[in-house]
């Protein structure tokens, strides 16, 4: 069993910055996949960004409205998930919710691929 705590939301400027982390604990070995999604008022859960561990580096892969914005990495020896989030825009506010899967390949980009949740944290961007 994994737990995972997210950090971090809160409210900014549209052009501001947040980062967001996620601390994992118990069975940490067994994850292979990391992620984060977010969900607006009234919308479904949408896939943000994810990231697992290939040969010597961490591939990451990024939903095509935060490419270029957002950044995902994992700071393993702390088993912490970050999401650095640049440039911010007020559609970018919603629930952010950190990921979690045993599976290898790490291509889910639905939340019925991800195993584990954390409760969210909110970020909040004004105009």
């Known amino acids: 069993q994994v737990q995972l705590v997210e950090s971090g939301g809160g409210s900014v400027q549209a052009g501001g910055s947040l980062r967001l982390s996620c601390a994992a604990s118990g069975y940490t070995y067994r994850i292979h996949c990391m992620g984060w999604f977010r969900q607006a008022l009234g919308k479904e859960r949408e896939w943000v960004a994810r990231?697992?561990?290939?040969?010597?580096?961490?591939?990451?892969y990024y939903a095509d409205s935060v490419k270029g914005r957002f950044t995902i990495s994992q700071d393993k020896a702390k088993n912490t998930l970050y999401l650095q989030m640049n440039s911010l825009k007020p559609e970018d506010t919603a629930m952010y919710y950190c990921?979690?899967?045993?599976?290898?390949?790490?291509?889910?980009?639905?939340?019925?691929?991800?195993?584990?949740w954390g409760q969210g944290t909110q970020v909040t961007v004004s105009s």
């Open positions: 990231s697992r561990l290939g040969i010597g580096a961490y591939i990451t």
């Open positions: 990921a979690a899967d045993v599976s290898q390949d790490c291509r889910g980009t639905t939340p019925a691929d991800f195993g584990s």
